[in-house]
């Protein structure tokens, strides 16, 4: 056997064992995918308060202030929306479950 056809078939077995470690490494891969998600999201979130810093301070103005004239009744907004928050997190997945049906 010559030297260029030891060499091509040496290339062969080496893309083949690419091409396997390639998959491997993206099966395993799908473990650690939402955590990279999340780290996604909370990246762009931090990009876009570092590009609206005027806005951030607004509201937070706006939320001290109207803490300090009327903390009932932030306090009484902020169980609301948590409330809230809770309630869409249990109506979501029956919610998405019966629009993948639909659509």
């Given amino acids: 056997m ?3 056809a030891e060499l091509a078939a040496r290339r062969e077995q080496l893309l083949l064992r690419s091409a396997q470690l390639r ?3 993206a ?3 799908r473990v650690v995918q939402p955590a990279f ?24 103005a ?9 903390p009932k009744a932030v306090m009484g907004l902020g169980l609301r929306a948590w409330s809230g928050w809770q309630m869409f997190q ?4 029956v919610a998405n479950a019966f629009l ?3 659509f």
């Fill in 62 to 70: 706006a939320l001290l202030g109207a803490a300090a004239a009327r």
């Fill in 2 to 4: 010559s030297q260029r």
């Fill in 27 to 29: 099966h395993r891969s």
């Fill in 90 to 93: 249990r109506v979501r997945p």
């Fill in 100 to 102: 993948r049906q639909i």
């Fill in 37 to 60: 998600r999340a780290a996604d999201k909370v990246r762009e979130g931090a990009s876009w308060v570092q590009a609206n810093p005027a806005l951030i301070a607004v509201v937070g």
């Fill in 23 to 25: 998959e491997q490494l």
